[in-house]
């Protein structure tokens, strides 16, 4: 079956330019996550939802970035007057069930978001 | 704060076996070891955990000491697309994040 999607792959912005980062998790699935990777660094929690509520937004490294995930699904990232500090691989994970340290969290192929 | 080592890098043979160690010795009792990898310009991939048992899957085998503090993970025939970073993570049952660290890197060699 279809995996997490993640689009756009690649994204280029000009700093102070504002973006948004879209996450189609597997059908089905209640949770979801996004996680940022620095170059040469493991992914970095950033927030979780639970259907459409947003219960964990601790990771988020300041209030330009904000997300979504309205009807339960599809979820977006965006990220306000970008910085140069945020470029970085933005990754999405979606698993099956809610709250739960044994679910499999199965990761999108991520975008690649370049600030120039 | 970390709560696993592991090494930076290692290679291994085409075909080999290949045995990545992972340090873990604050694990607490109920704590997982969770094993995923992460090949180049794709999303981290799921492999395999466990509790206290050795666990198997088609993918890999994971050994856990009986005191819990280390575990390895085998690749029992490395192939070229298995070239990876492979990160092994300390998980809470009751914790949904993962907590990465900056991995192994593995490189199979033909």
């Known amino acids: 079956g279809a995996g997490v999607s993640q689009s756009p792959r690649y994204k280029v912005a000009k700093r102070g330019q504002d973006v948004a980062l879209r996450c189609d998790p597997i059908s089905g699935h209640v949770s979801l996550f996004w996680y940022q990777q620095a170059l040469g660094q493991g992914p970095e929690f950033l927030t979780y939802?639970?259907?459409?509520?947003?219960?964990?937004k601790s990771g988020l490294p300041s209030d330009r970035f904000f997300a979504e995930r309205p009807e339960g699904s599809v979820s977006t990232l965006k990220i306000q007057r970008t910085q140069q500090e945020d470029s970085a691989v933005y990754l999405c994970a979606s698993s099956l069930g809610p709250t739960s340290g044994q679910e499999t969290q199965y990761f999108g192929p991520g975008t690649r978001l370049l600030v120039l | 704060d970390a709560k696993t080592t592991q090494p930076t890098s290692m290679d291994c043979a085409e075909g080999r076996a290949a045995n990545l160690p992972c340090n873990h010795s604050t694990i607490s009792g109920n704590e997982y070891v969770y094993w995923y990898r992460q090949i180049h310009s794709q999303g981290p991939q799921y492999i395999i955990h466990?509790?206290?048992n050795n666990e198997t899957n088609e993918m890999a085998s994971l050994i856990i000491t009986e005191d819990r503090k280390s575990s390895t993970l085998i690749l029992p025939h490395a192939t070229l697309r298995d070239t990876a970073v492979y990160y092994c993570i300390v998980r809470d049952p009751n914790d949904y994040k993962l907590s990465f660290g900056a991995g192994t890197t593995v490189t199979v060699r033909a």
């Open positions: 466990g509790l206290k």
């Open positions: 939802f639970q259907n459409e509520a947003q219960l964990d």
